[in-house]
């Protein structure tokens, strides 16, 4: 029995060099699922919401324009989680869980699917979450939802105040601000709004596209859209259509009023204002150079489109036209 008993032992004995092997492998998967759980958790999340089709080919791609960024976004920032929501808001009740920064860019007015989802974007913003809002989706009709806008964003588009042009936009000077750090003074065209509505005083409100507007764009008609007497008062004055706005809490919105032609997203200086503000809303450090990606390609910018290439369309045209803007940008 004494035998055995020492057999056993030995038996035993010659087992703990592969335990100890087992439980040093063992918590080495576990310390690496751990750390590869915190890096998870410390990975920025950009929600991307793009509305449903609504003005035909090349124009308020909404969800074209929202794939392209996010793309860029993945191209300049490896590490960042993104997410894009096509034709409109997400089922998803957990959507915007966990997310750093909120873009939207979709139809406004009436229609804005901002106003139907408050309460979703408060309790985000509440967690700290960033808003970027581009193009169409800043005019929002609701008393309620305009006033949420303001306090997220700093300003939003109103209706018989400010006013919706196509026009040449010179940005001749920039400010120092992480959202135009490597971005060189361009012009372009687009519909960019402009008389906007703002906090009181700009109070924690830093435009950062500028522009002088013709005198045309303000001798329109009266309407909700079209002009105004306070905008005719303005004549020859500046008027801001892009800002960067830091909430009391700490947190950060965008609002960029361009966006209504989806080659412009092929214009690198224009691009990259545009990504360095997600960066910046979901509280990235932009480098000092700002962003930097390729510029779209011709496949990269037909891709995901609402509707289908009209015959008539000059894709050499808007490649040399791409070309152009940024030769004179360099």
Same mark, same amino acid.
């Given at each position: 029995?004494?035998?055995?008993?020492v057999?056993?032992?030995?038996?035993?004995?010659?087992?703990?060099?592969?335990?100890?092997?087992?439980?040093? $492998?063992?918590?080495?998967?576990l310390?690496?699922? &751990?750390?590869?759980?915190?890096?998870?958790?410390?990975?920025k999340k950009?929600? #991307?919401?793009a509305?449903?089709?609504?003005?035909?080919?090349?124009?308020?791609?909404?969800?074209?324009g929202?794939?392209?960024?996010?793309?860029? $976004?993945?191209?300049a920032?490896?590490?960042?989680?993104?997410i894009?929501?096509?034709?409109?808001?997400? !089922?998803?009740?957990?959507?915007l869980m966990?997310?750093?920064?909120?873009?939207?860019? &979709?139809?406004?007015?009436?229609?804005?699917?901002?106003?139907?989802? $408050? @309460?979703?974007?408060?309790?985000?913003?509440?967690k700290?979450?960033?808003?970027?809002?581009?193009?169409?989706a800043?005019?929002?009709?609701?008393?309620?939802? %305009?006033?949420?806008?303001?306090?997220?964003?700093?300003?939003?588009?109103?209706?018989?105040?400010?006013?919706?042009?196509?026009?040449?936009?010179?940005f001749? @000077?920039?400010?120092?601000?992480?959202?135009?750090?490597?971005? %060189?003074? #361009?012009?372009?065209?687009?519909e960019?709004?402009?008389?906007?509505? #703002?906090?009181?005083?700009?109070?924690?409100?830093?435009?950062l596209?500028?522009?002088i507007?013709?005198?045309?764009?303000? @001798? %329109?008609?009266?309407?909700?859209?079209?002009?105004?007497?306070?905008?005719?008062? %303005?004549?020859?004055?500046?008027?801001h259509?892009?800002?960067?706005?830091v909430?009391?809490?700490g947190g950060?919105?965008?609002?960029?009023?361009?966006?209504?032609?989806?080659?412009?997203?092929?214009?690198?200086?224009?691009?990259?204002?545009?990504l360095?503000?997600?960066?910046?809303?979901?509280?990235?450090?932009?480098?000092?150079?700002g962003?930097?990606?390729?510029?779209?390609?011709?496949?990269?910018? $037909?891709?995901?489109l609402?509707?289908?290439?009209?015959?008539?369309?000059q894709?050499?045209?808007?490649?040399?036209?791409?070309?152009?803007?940024? !030769?004179?940008? !360099?």
């Open positions: 029995m004494i035998y055995q008993s057999v056993r032992v030995k038996r035993l004995m010659s087992l703990v060099p592969w335990i100890v092997s087992l439980m040093m $492998l063992t918590g080495s998967a310390h690496g699922a &751990a750390w590869e759980g915190e890096a998870q958790r410390g990975q950009i929600v #991307f919401i509305g449903r089709p609504s003005h035909g080919f090349g124009s308020h791609e909404h969800n074209a929202c794939l392209l960024l996010a793309k860029k $976004l993945k191209e920032l490896p590490g960042v989680e993104t894009v929501y096509t034709s409109g808001w997400p !089922q998803e009740s957990e959507a966990g997310a750093d920064a909120i873009v939207i860019f &979709a139809d406004g007015g009436g229609g804005n699917i901002i106003a139907a989802h $408050l @309460e979703e974007l408060q309790r985000a913003i509440d700290g979450a960033g808003l970027a809002v581009l193009h169409y800043l005019d929002i009709a609701s008393p309620e939802g %305009r006033e949420k806008l303001k306090s997220w964003i700093g300003g939003y588009y109103e209706t018989f105040w400010s006013v919706n042009p196509h026009w040449r936009a010179e001749k @000077e920039l400010p120092d601000h992480p959202i135009t750090w490597g971005v %060189r003074p #361009f012009a372009i065209d687009d960019w709004y402009y008389h906007m509505r #703002f906090v009181d005083e700009m109070k924690n409100v830093t435009p596209l500028t522009a507007p013709p005198d045309s764009t303000r @001798e %329109r008609p009266d309407g909700p859209h079209s002009g105004n007497p306070a905008v005719r008062a %303005r004549k020859g004055m500046p008027e259509v892009a800002w960067a706005y909430r009391p809490d950060r919105g965008f609002g960029f009023t361009g966006g209504h032609h989806h080659w412009n997203w092929a214009h690198d200086q224009f691009r990259k204002l545009v360095n503000a997600i960066a910046w809303c979901a509280r990235i450090d932009v480098p000092s150079n962003l930097e990606t390729k510029t779209p390609t011709m496949e990269e910018l $037909l891709a995901n609402d509707e289908p290439q009209p015959a008539n369309f894709a050499e045209a808007i490649q040399r036209q791409i070309e152009s803007w940024n !030769q004179q940008s !360099q």
